[in-house]
């Protein structure tokens, strides 16, 4: 009976469970902070009911917890790997009309829907948040603070959505495994770990940046509730509390404002508070998953029954968080897992051949579609069509115009209005009032020399004003909120280029250079096949081309007007030439002495040695300081208050004897 053919376990079945222990440790640190909140909102009339667990500090932990439960949820349908490569006005184009973009407030709204009521249970009689509130005796009145209240914190959620979207919190910010990460060698002693040590450094900065969002946001609400939402709030919330209470028939809103300086301060604590577990939760979210792919500081794959089958279904996986993911325990393997790297020399039975030649052929891919992209750039999509013959002009079948006099009656004499109207229908651009052009234009520059002084007429020249717009443009797009929409820079133009769009992640390139160079590196003692070494030559060209196109693609790559910075700099894309120059760097320090075996001639070497060093940046230029002349030109230059009184001067003999000839015509024209 033939044996059982072995199951070659997906790569997702070893890593979703990593990221469902990961979704737990997120879940168990927020929930800590909304215990944390729930102690703050206690009031402290009992010193053992207000901490306790089993008491209305649970309940009120409870609903906190809730509060950012539903954060994290959206965060595990939206999460991405890579950043954004799309302008500023394609991003907001594209986020406003996405479904993606209403879902996430919808769900920053439900969070704070949840804490409205918990926030206005914890408060005191006195702090005059309840929703009825009783004058002269037991009639009830409907109290606005707490509708402006629910009302400032549906502007936190939608304040939070747009900075959600500002500074894509939904990716996954991988690290570069250029040294020995914590993960790998843990350090004994202490009760957190290295990734929640790194949150609690970050709470100071994260809590101080909340109190600051609390606050645009105080400024946002009431502009929208006294502009918008004040009438349509009052007449709803009098509709609900009607069949509980006896509230006033009408709807007139209420003369005074609800708003004072302690509600004031209140509503920014309670955003605050809201915008910690928030940001609690994205945080927390962000570092626990996207740490390394490690279990007790081994490969994910290690305790699969085919770990090399495993680790080469992850790197073919068609999504990218998939396939990041196992590049970089691939990348992790080559550099510190020798058993590992062991087993992938050793494993040449494959069904699809070698798992050595798999991996360098997944790998060449991914770095020979970053080659594709720059070849292709400038490069038309779509040939272009046929260019057509041009037609030969056809033939007049018809009578030239006639060229006869429009006006003329058989022999009457024409008027000068007649004549103007007949030159006018004969030739439309020559009007009878270009005859005294030339004096209008002198006379136009005489008024304008007296008027106006030389300073005022560079004023108001056309360089002046184009060199004005361009400049209050430049400040303009200096501003955060309006270069956000408008700017396009360098950065984000040349990374889609080279590594693509509309998301691109610079780790999986960095992660599949440095395990190809590792594994070469390595090969010289580990490999007992000798399979590795004659795939290095072509590591060593490929490496060199993709260097010198990107650099050479950099160079002359545009940058456009809104780039108020100018600089020819990409972090993205210099990450991954840095990779490729230090990976180049160790393979032709190891197999230089081996370069007639291998076949590498003195031009690669050459070629090779050339890519590894780093062009020099190319200097800013230095402001240029204005001198005295120009200062004094710039103060003038809007001064226009100052004209030189009109000289009353007799016309020259000349002049008015041109005049006087011309006068007849003139008198026809008009």
């Known amino acids: 009976m033939a044996a059982a053919a072995v199951r070659r376990a997906p790569y997702k079945d070893t890593l979703q469970p990593a990221l469902h222990r990961r979704f737990s440790s997120t879940a168990t640190l927020l929930l800590g902070v909304a215990y944390l909140e729930a102690i703050f909102l206690a009031n402290w009339s009992s010193l053992l009911w207000s901490w306790f667990p089993l008491g209305p500090a649970g309940i009120r932990a409870a609903f906190i917890f809730t509060c950012g439960l539903s954060i994290l949820i959206l965060r595990i349908a939206h999460y991405h790997v890579g950043v954004k490569t799309e302008s500023g006005a394609q991003t907001f184009k594209s986020a406003l009309f996405s479904l993606q973009t209403y879902e996430t407030l919808f769900w920053y709204g439900v969070s704070s829907s949840l804490f409205c009521p918990v926030y206005l249970w914890s408060l005191k009689d006195s702090a005059g948040l309840r929703w009825i509130t009783y004058f002269s005796g037991d009639r009830a009145r409907l109290n606005e603070r707490p509708i402006f209240l629910a009302c400032y914190l549906g502007t936190c959620a939608l304040m939070q959505t747009i900075v959600h979207y500002q500074f894509d919190l939904d990716r996954l910010v991988f690290v570069k495994p250029a040294?020995?990460?914590?993960?790998?060698?843990?350090?004994?002693?202490?009760?957190?770990?290295?990734?929640?040590?790194?949150?609690?450094?970050?709470?100071?900065?994260?809590?101080?940046?909340?109190?600051?969002?609390?606050?645009?946001?105080?400024?946002?609400?009431?502009?929208?509730?006294?502009?918008?939402?004040?009438?349509?709030?009052?007449?709803?919330?009098?509709?609900?509390?009607?069949?509980?209470?006896?509230?006033?028939?009408?709807?007139?809103?209420?003369?005074?404002?609800?708003?004072?300086?302690?509600?004031?301060?209140?509503?920014?604590?309670?955003?605050?508070?809201?915008?910690?577990?928030?940001?609690?939760?994205?945080?927390?979210?962000?570092?626990?998953?996207?740490?390394?792919?490690?279990?007790?500081?081994?490969?994910?794959?290690?305790?699969?029954?085919?770990?090399?089958?495993?680790?080469?279904?992850?790197?073919?996986?068609?999504?990218?968080?998939?396939?990041?993911?196992?590049?970089?325990?691939?990348?992790?393997?080559?550099?510190?897992?020798?058993?590992?790297?062991?087993?992938?020399?050793?494993?040449?039975?494959?069904?699809?051949?070698?798992?050595?030649?798999?991996?360098?052929?997944?790998?060449?891919?991914?770095?020979?579609t970053m080659e594709d992209r720059v070849d292709a750039y400038g490069k038309p999509l779509v040939p272009a069509a046929p260019v057509q013959a041009p037609e030969a002009p056809k033939q007049r079948v018809s009578a030239p115009l006639k060229q006869d006099e429009i006006f003329t009656k058989g022999s009457v004499s024409r008027s000068g209005v007649e004549k103007a109207w007949d030159q006018i229908a004969r030739s439309p651009g020559n009007s009878p009032m270009a005859e005294i052009s030339p004096i209008a234009k002198k006379t136009w520059k005489q008024t304008r020399d007296r008027m106006l002084t030389k300073e005022q007429q560079e004023a108001v020249s056309k360089e002046s004003i184009k060199s004005y717009i361009d400049h209050a443009t430049s400040h303009l797009l200096k501003l955060e909120w309006i270069s956000g929409l408008f700017r396009q820079d360098f950065s984000t133009e040349f990374a889609a280029a080279v590594l693509g769009q509309p998301y691109a992640e610079p780790t999986l390139y960095i992660h599949a250079v440095q395990a190809l160079c590792q594994l070469a590196i390595h090969s010289l003692a580990e490999d007992q096949y000798g399979n590795v070494h004659r795939d290095v030559p072509s590591i060593i060209r490929a490496l060199t081309a993709i260097i010198k196109k990107v650099e050479a693609l950099k160079a002359q790559f545009p940058i456009h007007w809104t780039d108020s910075s100018s600089r020819r700099e990409s972090s993205e894309v210099d990450q991954v030439l840095d990779a490729m120059r230090v990976g180049l760097e160790q393979v032709v320090a190891k197999f230089e002495p081996y370069s007639s075996d291998l076949r590498l001639n003195l031009t690669d070497l050459r070629l090779a040695k050339e890519a590894m060093v780093k062009p020099e940046p190319t200097p800013e230029p230095e402001p240029v300081k204005e001198t005295k002349e120009a200062e004094k030109k710039s103060s003038r230059r809007a001064d226009l208050t100052k004209s030189k009184p009109i000289a009353q001067k007799r016309a020259e003999p000349a002049v008015r004897q041109r005049l006087t000839e011309r006068r007849p015509q003139m008198e026809q024209v008009r």
């Open 179 to 368: 040294e020995k990460t914590e993960e790998v060698k843990p350090k004994a002693g202490g009760l957190l770990t290295g990734s929640s040590q790194k949150i609690l450094q970050q709470f100071p900065t994260v809590f101080a940046g909340c109190i600051k969002q609390a606050t645009y946001s105080l400024i946002l609400a009431m502009v929208l509730y006294y502009t918008l939402l004040r009438s349509f709030t009052w007449s709803w919330a009098l509709m609900l509390f009607r069949p509980f209470y006896s509230l006033p028939r009408t709807n007139i809103v209420p003369n005074s404002w609800p708003t004072d300086l302690f509600l004031m301060i209140r509503c920014v604590w309670a955003g605050a508070l809201l915008n910690a577990v928030w940001a609690a939760g994205n945080t927390s979210f962000s570092v626990f998953m996207a740490k390394a792919p490690l279990k007790a500081g081994k490969p994910f794959t290690a305790e699969s029954k085919d770990p090399n089958g495993s680790l080469l279904n992850g790197l073919k996986s068609k999504k990218s968080s998939v396939q990041c993911f196992a590049m970089w325990e691939l990348a992790i393997i080559a550099q510190d897992f020798e058993a590992q790297r062991k087993a992938i020399f050793a494993d040449i039975d494959r069904k699809d051949g070698p798992m050595w030649s798999q991996v360098y052929s997944l790998c060449m891919a991914v770095l020979k």
